[in-house]
T-cell receptor, first 112, second 112 residues
């Protein structure tokens, strides 16, 4: 079956630096990818998504890059702030209303 | 403009009791998903429902677990005869039919 994994369980960055969180997936037929942010005691919050026909998508302070050749995607956060401290999950979705498959998450800690 | 509402936020049960978790989707959403999250892990898909119908229950344990989404009222995840291994955070998400799922704050189940 498909799986979604993250390269590092934890990431610590200095406030103001850029953060890069990586994710690998195994299902080459994956069509849609989503990044979620989960703060302590809360549910996952949608950050940004990207379809398999795109290589890059930008949002406010966040960019997602997709490399289908190596089945890898990354989330880049510019000028990381203390409020960005959370667990970040990548998820794969078949591109319809079906279930999402989540990775185990990367804990981002922002040092002041 | 309420988001996905889950209740209770915390639920304590003794082994052998029943647990009922409720989820009201966002207004206008008819697709509901249940996920389970163990500490330090990602979210694991359990079941996907669309008004009165179970669309995908591939993540549901074969015994003791059931879910429904009646025509009127919230979706219910029911766990009968709970065991300690059922202790987890249970998240509900809803969508309007797209791949973006919006999550509630979760119900944290503790089995004594």
């Amino acid at each position: 079956g498909e799986s979604v994994g993250l390269h590092l369980p934890t990431l610590s960055v200095q406030e103001g630096d850029n953060s890069i969180i990586n994710c690998a997936y195994s299902n080459s037929a994956s069509d849609y990818f989503i990044w979620y942010k989960q703060e302590s005691g809360k549910g996952p919050q949608f950050i940004i998504d990207i379809r398999s026909n795109m290589d890059k998508r930008q949002g406010q302070r966040v960019t997602v890059l997709l490399n289908k050749t190596v089945k890898h995607l990354s989330l880049q956060i510019a000028a990381t702030q203390p409020g960005d401290s959370a667990v970040y999950f990548c998820a794969e979705n078949p591109g319809n209303a079906g279930k999402s498959t989540f990775g185990d998450g990367t804990t981002l800690t922002v040092k002041p | 403009n309420a988001g996905v509402m889950q209740n209770p936020r915390h639920l304590v049960r003794r082994r052998g009791q029943e647990a009922r978790l409720r989820c009201s989707p966002m207004k206008g959403h008819s697709h509901v998903y249940w996920y389970r999250q163990l500490p330090e892990e990602g979210l694991k898909f359990m079941v996907y429902l669309q008004k009165e119908n179970i669309i995908d229950e591939s993540g549901m344990p074969k015994e003791r677990f059931s879910a429904e989404f009646p025509k009127e009222g919230p979706s219910i995840l029911r766990i009968q005869q709970v065991v300690r291994g059922d202790s987890a955070a249970y998240f509900c998400a809803s969508s309007g039919g797209s791949s973006i799922q919006y999550f509630g704050a979760g119900t944290r189940l503790s089995v004594l």
